[in-house]
């Protein structure tokens, strides 16, 4: 079983709806998520970016709830934080250069995403973890 056949596994299981029916061609959209339903572009070829997508939507699906580009609360700034290398590299107290080698090499050994203890990490479209109930 591949990595995009299980997260399909986790969604369903978890009663989350994957759907693949819907044309986004003429958006900027490669996903939408509501209420429960991932809508992913019919026009994602590859397993790796649809593994990737769906890792990150199941994220957002366990992880977030209210509008999140509010960061007037203390709790939105802290669920907005690391978005980029930069960031995440300081955060670590390591150089950009040595955390983009360390995934790079996570991401040659494990692949798009992994399941490890209680925790599912992806590597592509871009770093993502998430602690799965």
Same mark, same amino acid.
């Given at each position: 079983?591949?990595?995009?056949?299980?997260?399909?596994?986790?969604?369903?299981?978890?009663?989350?709806?994957?759907?693949?029916?819907?044309?986004?061609?003429?958006? #900027?959209?490669?996903?939408?998520?509501?209420?429960?339903?991932?809508?992913?572009?019919?026009?994602?070829?590859?397993?790796?970016?649809?593994?990737?997508?769906?890792?990150?939507?199941?994220?957002?699906?366990?992880?977030?709830?209210?509008?999140?580009?509010?960061?007037?609360?203390?709790?939105?700034?802290?669920?907005?934080?690391?978005?980029?290398?930069?960031?995440?590299?300081?955060?670590?107290?390591?150089?950009?250069?040595?955390?983009?080698?360390?995934?790079?090499?996570? #991401?040659?050994?494990?692949?798009?995403?992994?399941?490890?203890?209680?925790?599912?990490?992806?590597?592509?479209?871009?770093?993502?973890?998430?602690?799965?109930?």
């Amino acid at each position: 079983m591949n990595n995009c056949e299980k997260l399909l596994d986790i969604a369903n299981n978890d009663g989350i709806v994957v759907t693949e029916k819907f044309d986004f061609s003429q958006t #900027r959209f490669k996903v939408l998520y509501c209420n429960g339903v991932i809508a992913i572009n019919s026009n994602i070829q590859t397993n790796s970016e649809k593994s990737g997508i769906l890792a990150e939507e199941l994220g957002h699906h366990y992880t977030t709830f209210g509008n999140i580009t509010d960061l007037e609360s203390t709790e939105n700034q802290n669920k907005a934080n690391c978005l980029t290398l930069n960031e995440m590299a300081e955060h670590l107290e390591v150089s950009e250069e040595f955390l983009s080698e360390a995934l790079e090499y996570y #991401r040659k050994k494990y692949g798009v995403c992994t399941e490890i203890d209680n925790y599912l990490i992806y590597f592509e479209p871009s770093l993502g973890v998430m602690e799965l109930i």
